[in-house]
């Protein structure tokens, strides 16, 4: 009786010890997966966050227009940060969540950023023209130039920008164009070309000296002219008459 109950609690103590073994493995196990799973989750639920830009808009298109290297089609949806390209004998009209509107003309590029109180853009090369309502604070960079609007009014305005020069044309509003460090204010009616800004001092000084040693060498250059011929004509008048020039005595 005491060997039957000896080996029945070393049975059953073998058993509980294989159990809890095989419970634990699969606790651990189940621990493990859920972890994964967790982590997982996490990871697929922070991705989009991370990728998902701003809508700013809609954009209006008339030919080809490439965003971010892409074709798109009109109504499509506007993101903040966007590349856009317009093709030849094409174009393009973006319609922004903060009431501004912009066309972009043939063969334009153009990055954007937009907020409901701001615009941000970089025009590489091509024209922009801009409708900007008041409160809207625009700023625009070209290859020499940084144009910036009054938000305190609206303003309608066109820029033509190139690798060498910016030119900017205001219809209504004021609008301010920095170039280098100098600052220039083009109001409702002008426009304004950096590609035509007054050279520097040193060489329009050197010019205007070389123009005024030309004009005095060629007024000096006239009158030996006018001289020599004078001479050469009073000396066929003296010949003709065969003499001296008599001066008629005083009365």
Known sequence: ????????????GANFATNWRRGGRKAIALMIA?????????????????????????????????????RVVSGQTLFSGSNIRIGPKSESGLDLGNLTRLKLEAETSLTLESSDLGLSASLDNGTMRA??????????????ASITTDASQPAVFSVLADSCSTTLS???????????????SVASGESFST???????????????????????GIGGVIAILLIALTREDAVVDGSFGGSVVNPSPR
């Open 131 to 144: 409708l900007v309502p008041g409160g809207i604070r625009s700023g625009i960079t070209t290859a020499d």
């Open 34 to 70: 859920t972890a994964i799973l967790s982590l997982y989750a996490t990871a697929n639920s922070a991705t989009p966050k991370l990728n998902s830009k701003t809508s700013i808009g809609t954009i209006t298109i008339n030919g080809v227009v490439l965003i971010n290297g892409s």
């Open 195 to 217: 590609g035509g800004a007054p050279l520097p001092l040193g060489p329009q000084q050197d010019l205007s000296n070389g123009k005024k040693v030309g004009l005095v060498l």
């Open 1 to 12: 009786m005491r060997e039957y109950f000896t080996g029945e609690a070393l049975s059953r």
């Open 170 to 184: 205001v219809q209504t509003g004021r609008v301010e164009v920095r170039f280098g460090n100098k600052v220039r």
